[in-house]
């Protein structure tokens, strides 16, 4: 079976909720929100209605009735088919027992922030470290509310997964923004002093043209630099 007919999380939140049984749309939203499911799934009511037409067409839900309830509009209920109820399992087999390359926005902006002067990227980091904090916070009082509440910890696992997470991200951003600020990172120095080139109107290009010229002793390590990426 080919899922890439439709590859939206979403789509696999929505099956979720018509294996239990046949929802209208709005009743979908509801269900995943009350749950706390847009923490975990990006969730809005224009793109799951484009979710639902897809699953569709695909075969994977069908339309079951058309209710009304008081002056509300219609609303169509649709229910999972037999190769939906398929296609979510196997899916979501697949997701739990296969890792995937994730491309995230901090590796992507980890890849170029030599684009800024060091004691920029400190700062930036520092406010990113406040965050997360606020974040583990946020995570920690839903976790306490559950446990209150006695939700079973079956329900929160994705919670404690996205705690772990974000305490692996403030650890790692933590000591990085220590290594930056004292220096102990690797090539600091250089990248700090091309900043100040920078500032004094020579091009990076100029200085990759001429190392020795403006950066003395650093300049063995551009020279290291520019003949792997030449390699």
């Known amino acids: 079976m080919s899922r890439r007919r439709v590859s939206n999380l979403l789509a696999l939140a929505v099956l979720s909720c018509l294996s239990e049984k046949p929802m209208h749309p709005y009743e979908i939203s509801s269900t995943l929100r009350s749950r706390g499911k847009e923490h975990s799934i990006k969730l809005n009511y224009g793109a799951l209605y484009s979710v639902v037409a897809a699953l569709e067409k695909h075969g994977l839900i069908e339309h079951q009735e058309t209710v009304r309830e008081g002056r509300r509009p219609e609303r169509t209920v649709y229910a999972i088919t037999e190769e939906g109820v398929a296609e979510f399992q196997d899916w979501l087999a697949e997701l739990l027992s296969s890792p995937v390359r994730e491309y995230t926005s901090l590796e ?52 404690q997964y996205r705690r772990a997470l974000l305490q692996a991200e403030l650890t790692f951003t933590s000591e990085l923004t220590e290594r930056i600020g004292s220096e102990k990172l690797g090539g600091t120095t250089l990248w700090r ?30 020279t290291a630099l520019l003949n792997n990426n030449s390699s």
């Open 108 to 159: 992507a902006a980890l890849s170029l922030f030599a684009g800024l002067p060091p004691e920029e990227v400190v700062r930036l980091l520092g406010e990113r470290v406040t965050r997360l904090k606020m974040e583990i916070g946020a995570a920690d009082a839903s976790l306490r509310v559950a446990e209150e509440q006695g939700v079973p910890e079956v329900f929160v696992v994705e919670t």
């Open 193 to 222: 002093r091309l900043h100040e080139l920078q500032r004094q109107g020579v091009q990076i290009h100029e200085v990759f043209a001429d190392p020795t010229r403006y950066l003395g002793e650093e300049a063995s390590t551009v």
